[in-house]
């Protein structure tokens, strides 16, 4: 096991809806990134947090924003929720320093809309 | 753009055989990051192997041993003596130096069949 923890495991949500996910990140970490993996797809890179501040974001909308707190955990948010937001959400901490570091992945929270 | 390609969907072998698993990759990076993931049913992503671009050594690690050839831009992914353990979809994913975010293929769905 990495030491990345996510919550809830699994969520079914109605279009329109608002939802968080959650992310504990690995000790020693200090960078959290979000994916979202569509059935039968490859993860795809949301957005990543070091510093508390979002440090890149991939094509995805306004609509879906983040926070990275003190001790490096971290949430997504995800407002006005569509039927493609169906999807497992992938949390994955790694250490930012003067290399690029190997990210470790928690296991997932699974998201049904409905 | 960095783009990440695995043409075979899905392989099917029989224990102990040999198999390879085919990552081509894309990129406009002179230093970039190569990485294998393997996904079980249960969702999360398990980190297989890091590679830099500018260390072209082959890796064996017991099982595994991974084959990058920057002429072809390809980074392919060999389990011998496969077990039914290794049933899981394999990730090839790229990130750049100037952050860590990964672009992940499509997944390659191998099944060990006892």
């Known amino acids: 096991e990495t030491g990345v923890t996510q919550s809830p495991t699994h969520l079914i949500k109605t279009r329109g809806q608002q939802v968080t996910l959650r992310c504990s990140s690995q000790?020693?970490?200090?960078?959290v990134s979000w994916y979202q993996q569509a059935l039968g797809q490859g993860p795809q890179f949301i957005f990543q947090y070091y510093r508390e501040e979002e440090n890149g974001r991939g094509n995805f909308p306004p609509r879906f924003s983040g926070l990275q707190f003190p001790n490096y955990s971290s949430e997504l948010n995800v407002n006005a929720l569509e039927l493609d937001d169906s999807a497992l959400y992938l949390c994955?901490?790694?250490?930012?320093?003067?290399?690029?570091?190997?990210?470790?992945f928690g296991p997932g929270t699974r998201l049904l809309v409905l | 753009a960095q783009k990440v390609t695995q043409a075979q969907t899905e392989i099917s072998v029989v224990e102990k055989e040999d198999v390879t698993l085919d990552c081509v990759y894309e990129t406009r990076d002179t230093t970039y990051y190569l990485f294998w993931y393997k996904q079980p049913p249960s969702g999360e992503l398990v980190f297989l192997i890091r590679r830099n671009s500018f260390d072209e050594q082959n890796e064996i690690s017991g099982r595994y041993s991974w084959n990058f050839q920057k002429s072809t831009s390809s980074f392919n992914f060999t389990i011998t003596a496969s077990q039914v353990v290794d049933s899981a979809v394999y990730f090839c994913a790229l990130s750049e130096t100037s952050g860590s975010r990964l672009t992940f293929g499509e997944g390659t769905q191998l099944t060990v069949n006892p």
């Open positions: 994955a901490s790694s250490y930012s320093g003067s290399t690029v570091e190997t990210q470790y």
């Open positions: 000790s020693g970490h200090n960078t």
